[in-house]
């Protein structure tokens, strides 16, 4: 579908725009690169899989964490996995993990239920239900912070979380939410409803803006005093997320909020992300110096 002069359909289709592989190729190597580098983390990592915070199958958490580190103290990284909401999973998102755990992390890739078989409303519904049971575990383990990891969909869905207060009761202290690292990210949804994304989606032009970060900036900036946003982006991103990206960023700083920008050379939309399982990429080192060191 084309508006504003532009095919949405492409302009919103990252796979079509890597520099590296053909469309098909590239999300094959992603898919085969995050579950070879989560194989890697488990076998190097203490982990505790499939820990339910809701009642479905899909609504699970992994946590890993050095076995040479202490739980008490440790920071803990929530990761939220992309794929259009409608793909991925959880237990191929554990591949971040090494670089961030053997510096003293604990890194928890989160699962949710997938479009179609579940609405953006009740996909939403089950990170806020995630997030508020890593607060409780973050409380009994005296975690020192919690921040927040999304790549594509899931930057949405983390920054969704970030307006959040989760509730009055002790646990949920939101304080405790110091940062976040949003990959790649779509923050105004309203471009993909006249695409094929929204067919397993069905969202309304208003439903795809009830769920947008940008609308919510003020909301994000209230909750977020305190709290540094590190935003970014790939070389080879879609043009349009690479301006989404961009605006969500000026938006926040001119807020207030501690931002940091990162444009990162030579990456597509798959191994801006991917790479954070080395230990000396940029946003590797950027997480350690911010989050963890």
């Known amino acids: 579908m084309e508006e504003n002069g532009l095919d949405y359909d492409y302009h919103y289709s990252p796979s079509r725009w890597s520099h590296r592989l053909s469309p098909d190729d590239v999300i094959d190597s992603h898919i085969k690169t995050v579950k070879e580098g989560t194989r890697t983390a488990k076998w190097s990592l ?54 961030l755990c053997h510096a003293g992390a604990t890194v928890i890739p989160v699962g949710y239920d997938l479009a179609p078989s579940v609405s953006m409303d009740e996909i939403v519904s089950q990170i806020k239900r995630a997030v508020a049971f890593i607060f409780k575990l973050a409380k009994e383990r005296q975690s020192s912070g919690i921040y927040l990891c999304g790549h594509s969909a899931g930057a949405q869905l983390a920054a969704i979380m970030l307006t959040s207060e989760f509730g009055e009761d002790d646990a949920f202290d939101c304080e405790l939410i110091k940062g976040a690292l949003l990959v790649s990210g779509v923050y105004d949804l309203r471009p993909l409803v006249s695409t094929y994304i929204n067919e397993p989606l069905k969202l309304t032009s208003e439903d795809a803006w009830r769920f947008s ?81």
Not at 64 to 88: A, E, M
Not at 228 to 237: P, S
Not at 240 to 253: C, D, I, V
Request: glycine share 8%; with cysteine; net charge negative.
């Open 46 to 99: 203490e982990v505790e899989t499939d820990i339910s915070y809701g009642p479905t199958p899909f609504q699970k958490l992994d946590v890993y964490i050095d076995k040479k580190t202490s739980k008490k103290g440790s920071p803990i990284l929530i990761f939220i996995h992309g794929g259009y909401w409608q793909d991925l999973s959880r237990e191929m998102s554990g591949y971040l993990a090494p670089p």
């Open 213 to 293: 970060p940008s609308n919510f900036i003020s909301e994000i900036a209230n909750q977020s005093r305190g709290r540094e946003i590190l935003l970014a982006v790939g070389e080879y991103d879609p043009p349009e997320f690479r301006r989404q990206t961009g605006e969500m960023e000026k938006s926040l700083r001119d807020k207030g909020i501690k931002t940091r920008y990162f444009d990162i050379p030579d990456t597509d939309h798959f191994n801006v992300v991917e790479k954070l399982q080395q230990e000396n990429y940029t946003l590797t080192q950027v997480g350690l110096y911010c989050y963890i060191v």
